[in-house]
């Protein structure tokens, strides 16, 4: 017999022995994974029923939603009342969700219709710090820098109209307007020096934009002066 076979038969017996020994331990950890894999399947399972029962009753808001739209003054109170429930239960019972977020949004824009300006700035503002990652968030952060104007909450606006500007930049369709709201704030501050950076960053960076004009004619009518 070679040496190679030699070594070969020893590895085996070694490895034999091995297994004979730690069988116990072996057969406990193959328990272990395959419990495992099964609960990590059934938690996967289970959120995607819990998103879809979310999807559902989203659906059954965003038509109560449409109709209240359309609705006279006598239903309104009634399909608000239910709307009102159907969205409170998204946030509560399916939180973590999309469902959950569009929920949130369209509470804080019942809000804002109402003239509810301190709720639609809170529940705006609310939800882009819970779901920061959700494409609703820079969204969110503008119109609570918005509805917090509209309280006259200068401070709350500036830095629901930085953060927006700072956490999501150049990717948000929404950054040029803040950028020219905290350029329009700064000036309200007599801060010109600091309206100019905003004003100046914004025609850098957003060229194309619809508020960029007005602040390239913000920047002229500063340098005429």
């Known amino acids: 017999m070679t040496t190679g076979t030699d070594e070969k038969l020893g590895f085996t017996d070694t490895l034999v022995a091995f297994l004979q020994r730690n069988r116990r331990t072996l057969a406990i950890l193959l328990a272990v994974l395959v419990l495992g894999s099964a609960g990590l399947f059934g938690f996967f399972e289970y959120n995607a029923r819990r998103?879809?029962?979310?999807?559902?009753?989203?659906?059954?808001?965003?038509?109560?939603?449409?109709?209240?739209?359309a609705a006279d003054d006598t239903t309104q109170e009634a399909l608000m009342e239910e709307l009102q429930n159907i969205l409170t239960e998204i946030r509560s019972k399916y939180s973590?969700?999309?469902?959950?977020?569009?929920?949130?949004?369209?509470?804080?824009?019942?809000?804002?219709?109402?003239?509810?300006?301190?709720?639609?700035?809170n529940d705006f503002l609310s939800l882009a710090q819970s779901s920061p990652r959700s494409h609703l968030a820079s969204r969110a952060l503008l119109l609570a820098g918005l509805?917090?104007?509209?309280?006259?909450?200068?401070?709350?606006?500036?830095?629901?109209?930085?953060?927006?500007?700072?956490?999501?930049?150049?990717?948000?369709?929404?950054?040029?307007?803040?950028?020219?709201?905290?350029?329009?704030?700064?000036?309200?501050?007599?801060?010109?020096?600091?309206?100019?950076?905003?004003?100046?960053?914004?025609?850098?960076?957003?060229?194309?934009?619809?508020?960029?004009?007005?602040?390239?004619?913000?920047?002229?009518?500063?340098?005429?002066?």
Not at 101 to 115: G, M, P, Q, V
């Open 51 to 69: 998103s879809e029962s979310a999807l559902q009753k989203l659906e059954e808001g965003l038509e109560l939603y449409t109709e209240l739209q």
């Open 147 to 225: 509805a917090f104007e509209e309280t006259a909450n200068r401070d709350a606006a500036h830095d629901s109209y930085q953060k927006l500007v700072e956490d999501h930049g150049k990717e948000a369709p929404e950054t040029p307007r803040a950028l020219f709201a905290l350029g329009r704030l700064a000036e309200e501050r007599n801060d010109l020096e600091t309206a100019i950076e905003y004003y100046e960053q914004l025609t850098q960076d957003f060229s194309g934009a619809a508020w960029t004009n007005l602040a390239r004619n913000r920047i002229i009518y500063f340098e005429s002066r």
């Open 96 to 121: 973590g969700t999309y469902a959950a977020d569009r929920a949130s949004f369209i509470s804080a824009e019942l809000a804002w219709n109402r003239s509810d300006y301190d709720s639609a700035a």
